[in-house]
């Protein structure tokens, strides 16, 4: 082998690895944020159940399904205030 084929061999590698590193960046990123909408989500869900059994005595009722539960994930308590006014 000579010294040009091995630096060859070297630069065709190390492009692999770049490669190899720029596809698993790609695919990590939009994981973690599915990640946090998923927990938010469930976050939001409980926050619900837990408003629907402390608010049972005075009327207060949010439906638990996928929206009502996105919603209150990711705006938090505003998202919440906002499911009472609406479903009262």
Known sequence: M????EV???LAYA???LIVYLA???LL???????KIL???IA???LIILLNWLGSGFGVFVPLNVFTA??????GVPGLVMMIVFFM
């Open 8 to 10: 060859g061999i070297f």
């Open 44 to 46: 939001g869900g409980l």
């Open 15 to 17: 492009a692999g690895m």
């Open 2 to 5: 000579t010294m040009g084929m």
């Open 29 to 35: 990123v939009p994981l973690e944020l599915t990640g």
């Open 24 to 26: 698993g960046r790609f």
């Open 70 to 75: 996105l919603t209150v994930g990711v705006l």
């Open 39 to 41: 927990l938010n989500s």
